[in-house]
């Protein structure tokens, strides 16, 4: 059995990259996933990528923001040691509101960045992993997972046909930066 | 694609939207006759509901100018398709000026007899508080220093100054980015569009500035002896989010009667994020003029939130704030919401709705004994909607085609995908 792991087909336009998907797909063979320099409108569609779940996360850690610095304030201005500020009453929700407007941007922003880093394994101080390096430069990828897509000669060909410049038989799925 | 056989497209302007516009106009003109043959306190009612729904007109189709200068400016590409209607919002603005124009000239000469403070005085209808004869001349009995402090703004030779140079100016950009446009489907080429750009740059260091003045004159000055400065920034936000609102709301009407079928679910979309960001700034500039009030707790600058804060607008005065924020905050917050046809239809009405709401609130403490909603505030609503929605789509009607043919980003409009 050959030790490939990936294929991975690069094409230098990214009209050559969609002829590609549809030979693919044509021939029932599973891609495990698309690199590209740039954003492709369109691509989900193709490629049949459920719409991102991350808004839903950030209404999450919006509301969870919210209640955290409502709650505090609370706490500290009601509870805990209320003082009079210009005969007003302790409980004054009008004076709540900019704090709590804040906190639920500040909870979504930094929520919804980390969830994306945790989701993509992008976090600080982890090696990026990266297919090929040039994904991110020039050359748009199609990859496919060698494990059970044989024969391996046919993929090659059908990327090859769509105008892949070069076909790459990785033995290693992920080049990091050494 | 299907949007290259129809790009000569003319919008007829026939049917059920006609006959009903033209029955709202009756249903208008009937509400204002009920109100001056009834005399009394529902002539107070009828002029406080004609400046409400004429400045409302004004505001709806200022919005369509700044729109369009707005995307000229940014060199937007989605918008290009359904530029038309903002530019024919753009085209009814100086039927618009003229009508407020002519309510303000109405209420504002014509007085009636009040008893203030136990002695009758001779008041005109609208702008009372600054317009009655004598309170800005030393030694008259109505004198009033504060008023007299702000004469050199508040005065009928500047007032009417302001209303025709403003009115004149964003009129004047309307008409003009309409012509470039049209010319361009003519001539071809960038000249027009770059004359565009420049005229939109203008327009909006211009509006921008102006603006705030314009809103505080018809609207803050009912109630002359307060001010806040942020009230020019409050209507402004107030005038984008509806006149956004309307827009949809045509788009979505041409849309059922089967136009402009290039515009797909991503333009509608980009309207929807715009409807949504806009109102959350409304309601950060409506937080912003109330909390300092309320904070600093001055006389008179509460004064203005106390009246709204009586049993008869209470209510109301947090209902705007559920209408105009929590409504579209939580209708139209998921990506998914604003690509349905129908909850943006009704999230647009429920807008419309709402920032009517928003204008009363504004007028009717100032101006009017005791709020009502009867034949008045209906009936003069439903007038100005069938004038709005006639003289709208008579001008949309008069275009040539519903599409830019030669606008330089029209492939990228059409091709819109978010």
Redesign the interface.
């Known amino acids: 059995m050959s030790k490939t792991k990936m294929i991975l087909g690069l094409f230098d336009d990214p009209d050559d990259m969609m002829q590609g998907i549809d030979n693919l797909q044509k021939n029932s063979i599973p891609i495990y996933d698309i690199y590209t320099p740039m954003p492709i409108?369109?691509i989900e569609d193709k490629m049949g990528i459920k719409?991102s779940r991350l808004?839903y996360v950030a209404?999450c850690f919006g509301c969870l923001g919210a209640t955290v610095i409502f709650s505090m304030i609370y706490y500290m201005l009601v509870q805990d040691w209320p003082m009079n500020i210009?005969?007003?009453p302790s409980f004054a929700i009008?004076?709540f509101?900019?704090f709590t407007f804040e906190w639920t941007i500040l909870f979504t922003a930094f929520g919804m960045t980390f969830t994306f880093f945790a989701a993509t394994n992008l976090f600080p101080g982890r090696a990026p992993r990266v297919m090929d390096l040039r994904a991110t430069d020039d050359r748009f990828i199609i990859a496919i997972d060698a494990k059970g897509n044989v024969p391996h000669e046919d993929i090659t060909n059908l990327l090859k046909q769509a105008g892949a410049v070069e076909v790459k038989h990785n033995e290693r799925k992920y080049v990091s930066y050494e | 694609m299907k949007t290259h056989n129809s790009i000569e497209e003319r919008f007829q302007f026939t049917g059920t939207s006609k006959t009903l516009s033209l029955v709202g106009i009756v249903i208008g003109i009937i509400a204002i006759a009920f109100g001056f043959i009834l005399g009394g306190e529902h002539v107070q009612h009828t002029y406080s509901n004609l400046l409400l729904m004429s400045y409302y007109f004004v505001c709806v189709c200022t919005a369509g100018v700044f729109f369009c200068a707005y995307q000229y400016a940014a060199q937007a590409g989605w918008s290009a398709s359904l530029i038309r209607i903002p530019q024919a919002f753009a085209k009814v603005l100086p039927l618009a000026s003229i009508i407020l124009i002519a309510v303000i000239t109405f209420g504002l000469f014509s007085e009636h007899e009040v008893i203030e403070h136990g002695k009758k005085e001779m008041v005109p209808y609208l702008y009372a508080h600054w317009a009655t004869h004598g309170l800005t001349t030393l030694g008259s009995e109505n004198y009033d220093a504060i008023i007299a402090g702000k004469a050199p703004f508040l005065t009928i030779k500047f007032f009417y100054g302001m209303l025709i140079v403003l009115l004149g100016a964003y009129s004047y950009f309307g008409w003009a980015l309409t012509k470039t446009s049209v010319d361009e489907d003519t001539e071809g080429g960038m000249r027009n569009y770059d004359k565009s750009f420049k005229l939109a740059c203008i327009f909006l260091v211009v509006f921008g500035f102006t603006f705030p003045i314009f809103a505080f004159g018809v609207i803050m000055s009912l109630e002359a002896h307060w001010f806040s400065t942020m009230f020019g920034w409050y209507n402004l936000a107030a005038m984008h989010v509806s006149g956004l609102a309307i827009m949809a709301l045509i788009m979505i009407h041409l849309q059922k009667k089967g136009y402009m079928e290039w515009l797909h679910v991503d333009h509608m979309h980009s309207i929807g994020k715009l409807i949504f960001g806009f109102s959350i700034f409304w309601t950060y500039v409506w937080?912003a003029q109330?909390?300092l009030t309320?904070?600093a707790?001055i006389p008179e600058e509460s004064v203005y939130f106390y009246k709204r804060w009586e049993p008869e607008y209470k209510f109301w005065f947090w209902f705007n704030i559920v209408m105009n924020f929590l409504a579209p905050l939580l209708l139209l917050?998921?990506?998914?919401a604003k690509r349905v046809r129908s909850r943006m239809m009704w999230t647009c009405l429920l807008l419309v709705a709402g920032h009517w709401l928003d204008y009363y609130i504004m007028i009717m403490p100032g101006t009017v004994e005791k709020p009502g909603f009867g034949v008045e505030e209906i009936g003069i609503f439903l007038g100005f909607v069938g004038l709005f929605t006639f003289s709208v789509l008579t001008a949309l009607s008069r275009f040539t085609s519903l599409i830019p043919k030669k606008h330089p980003f029209l492939q990228e409009s059409l091709?819109h995908?978010i």
């Open positions: 409108h369109g719409d808004g209404f210009g005969g007003k009008p004076n509101v900019p | 937080f109330f909390f309320w904070y707790n917050m998921s990506r998914d091709h995908h």
